[in-house]
T-cell receptor
Framework: DTGVSQNPRHKITKRGQNVTFRCDPI?????LYWYRQTLGQGPEFLTY????????KSRLLSDRFSAERPKGSFSTLEIQRTEQGDSAMYLC???????????????FGEGSWLTVV | AQTVTQSQPEMSVQEAETVTLSCTYDTSESDYYLFWYKQPPSRQMILVIR??????QNATENRFSVNFQKAAKSFSLKISDSQLGDAAMYFCAYRRIQGGSEKLVFGKGTKLTVNP
């Protein structure tokens, strides 16, 4: 399978703990995106990378959230001191270099479900 | 800020029939992209169809077509000859072109049920 891969698919954590999600984009896709989706809502943009550079961040990405893409390949999204409001599905997506600006499709992973108890 | 509204939380259609999903959006931009995405249960979101705002011709992809009304800021999706595999959440999304943002703004989605 050469699609966008996300791990873990499901995570249950206690409030106050830290969690980390990993995303492996489609090979040779330079752009990588993180979105958050809660029940009954559409995805909300969090951040995106072009190669290793984080070029855009949403105000939704509070200081408890950090995303990295150190070598321009896989990315991690860490949430520190989790709160119940962080419970959501975290979607990763990738696209070729020109991304949406050239009308390129972005490809989504299956998402990582986070439940904070 | 741009917003996308999908006024139909749920829709149902009989297999082989046609259904139309509604989407309206608010923007002050003149150039932008609009998208419809499909999200089957427990599966990844996939692009169904895309429309560039500067194109007057409505986009079509096999059984999927759109009715793009720029002045009305309306972007509906028509699914013809509905199939059981079309059952999913459908999201309308907007992306501005100016400013270099890669952000997609999504609506809340419409759950489509296809009855055999």
């Amino acid at each position: 399978d050469t699609g966008v891969s996300q791990n873990p698919r499901h995570k249950i954590t206690k409030r106050g703990q830290n969690v980390t999600f990993r995303c492996d984009p489609i090979s040779e896709h330079n752009r990588l995106y993180w979105y958050r989706q809660t029940l009954g809502q559409g995805p909300e943009f969090l951040t995106y990378f072009q190669n290793e550079a984080q070029l855009e961040k949403s105000r939704l990405l509070s200081d408890r959230f950090s995303a990295e893409r150190p070598k321009g390949s896989f990315s991690t999204l860490e949430i520190q001191r989790t709160e119940q409001g962080d419970s959501a599905m975290y979607l990763c997506a990738s696209s070729p270099l020109q991304g949406l600006s050239s009308g390129n499709t972005i490809y989504f992973g299956e998402g990582s479900w986070l439940t904070v108890v | 800020a741009q917003t996308v509204t999908q006024s139909q939380p749920e829709m149902s259609v009989q297999e082989a029939e046609t259904v139309t999903l509604s989407c309206t959006y608010d923007t002050s931009e003149s150039d932008y992209y609009l998208f419809w995405y499909k999200q089957p249960p427990s599966r990844q979101m996939i692009l169904v169809i895309r429309q560039e705002a500067y194109k007057q011709q409505n986009a079509t992809e096999n059984r999927f077509s759109v009715n793009f009304q720029k002045a009305a800021k309306s972007f509906s999706l028509k699914i013809s000859d509905s199939q059981l595999g079309d059952a999913a959440m459908y999201f309308c999304a907007y992306r501005r072109i100016q400013g270099g943002s890669e952000k997609l703004v999504f609506g809340k989605g419409t759950k489509l049920t296809v009855n055999p």
